[in-house]
């Protein structure tokens, strides 16, 4: 019989679970999201005052690096995390006013996809390490009509967005601004959408994906004067990296002959 395990002692096997690199670059970006938040603190939105603004910001950034690295270790349990971040999205773009199309695809993709995620990853664990779910890569035909439906998704999505009757404080009253915004969150949109089904599938390309999403995400960031969040697309793109790496490296140890899909 197993004996249950103390606090200290989960904390500690915990701690041991992530590698120094890791643990450096957890905290580095945790510490430089709170150094932003001082150096450019949160002005009053649609009447919320800005430091609860700034609170979702941080939490935010918390449970993004914390999926992001569990991703890239290849363990199911980054998406019982990612639930958290959904809805902490969901709550900024409902005080902020914008962004309709990536706070409709959070609630009805990836909210579910988190789900059937979790299901499909605990599936397929890995032979050698339980720890480790079974990941392989994308075939190369299958990318240029991923990257063809994108394009298609931005501008039809994108047209009908820029068309709605919405407005708010956070652009200023600029229309043109709002518009540009209203494009590259509907493929902002489609790139997350994609790469939850990679996530799903286990494909290695969803680091490709992080990202194009990524720099996407850093340009709303800057139009929309939410510095803070900046560190976080600096965390996403050093851990795609890292993570590319990693679970290229895997396939190749491995040499699974399932390991291209499509």
Known sequence: MNEKKSFSRRAKDLWQYFTLYEKIWFFSILILAFVFAFLFPEEDVNGVNGKIIMVLYLLDTFLNILCELLISKQSKWNFIVSVFVELTEIAICLILSYRFATMAATLFFWLPIDILSFINWHKHPDRKEEDLTKVRKLSGWAEAAILAGIAVWTVVVGYLLSGLDIHTDLFGGNEVLETVVCYLDACVTAVG??????????????????FVDAILEGVINILSGQYVLLILKLGYLTNSTYGFIKWTRYIKERKQVDNTLF
């Open 193 to 210: 959408i994609v790469n939850g089904l990679f996530i799903f599938f286990r494909i290695r390309e969803q680091w490709i994906a992080w």
